[in-house]
C-alpha cells in the first residue's frame, strides 16, 4: 500500500488545531468545497477595522485540509483585509514542512473559504 507521508509540523497542527471553533455572529463566513473529494470547509471570521480579529473553521476534510486551514487561520488572524486575501497555498505548503503531492488539493481548500469570508463581509458592510 501507497502511505502518505505527512511532515512532523503538519501532524502537529492536525493533532491539535487551534482555530476549530465556532465564532458566534461571525462578520464574514466562507464554505469551499473541493470537488476531488467532496470535503467541505467553512471559515468564520470577525473583523474591526479592517483587521481579522478572530477566526475559526468548522470541517469535514481530510489532515492535510485541517492541517492547512488552522495554517490559514494563525496567518490570517491579525492581519488586514487586504494582507489576508494576498495569502497562497505555497505559504501554507511552507509553514506545514512541505505537503504530499497528492494532497496539494486540499492545502487550497481553507484559503478559499477565508477568500469568501471576507467577499461576505464585504458585501454585508457596503449594505
Ligand atoms: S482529501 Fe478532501 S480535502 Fe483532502
Known sequence: MN???????L??????????KNIKNPDGVGEAG???CGDIMKMKIKVKNNEIKDISFQTFGCPAAMAS???????????????AKKLKKEDIIKKLGGMPPIKIH????????LKKAIKNYEKKSKK
Open 69 to 83: 486551514s488552522d495554517v490559514v487561520c494563525e496567518l490570517a488572524k491579525g492581519k488586514t483585509l487586504k494582507a
Open 106 to 113: 486540499c492545502s487550497v481548500l481553507g484559503i478559499q473559504a
Open 34 to 36: 473541493n470537488i476531488r
Open 11 to 20: 501532524m502537529k497542527y492536525f493533532k491539535n488545531p487551534k482555530f476549530i
Open 3 to 9: 502511505q502518505l507521508k505527512y511532515s512532523k509540523k
